[in-house]
C-alpha cells in the first residue's frame, strides 16, 4: 500500500518530504487494522458505515473552513483554488458519503441547521 501511495506522488513534492519526516507514523498509519480492512475490502460494514458519519460531519466543517479560505483569499487564483475544494466537498465528498453509507443520515437532523460542533 506505502508503494501505491508514494508512487501518486512525486518524490521531491512536499507531501512526500512530509512522509519522510514522519516515517514511523506513516508506517503506523497505513498499517492500521482499519486501513488495512477497508484497502482490502473486508471491513465490517457497520464500521464502515459509522466512519462515514464520522466523516461527513468532519467534512461539513471542513467546508465551512474552504468557505472560509474563498473570503479570507487575496486574489482570484486563491479565490478559485479554494472554491474548487469546497466545490469537491460540498457537491462529490458529501454525496458520496449518503450513497456509501447504505444507511439513512436522519442523525444529522438532530443537530438542525448546526451540523457539528465546531464553528469557525
Known sequence: MYSLITNFYKKESSFYSLIQSCQSDWDNYIQHE????????????????????????????????????VYK?????????????????????????IILALDDFSFITSFGENVGVFRL
Open 73 to 97: 483569499s487575496h486574489d482570484l487564483v486563491e479565490i478559485k483554488q479554494s472554491l474548487n475544494n469546497l466545490k469537491a466537498i460540498v457537491e462529490v465528498e458529501l454525496d458520496l458519503h
Open 34 to 69: 482499519f486501513i488495512q480492512q477497508l484497502g482490502k475490502g473486508t471491513l465490517d460494514i457497520a464500521c464502515f458505515q459509522h466512519y462515514l458519519k464520522q466523516d461527513y460531519l468532519f467534512l461539513i466543517n471542513f467546508s465551512r473552513a474552504w468557505g472560509l479560505a
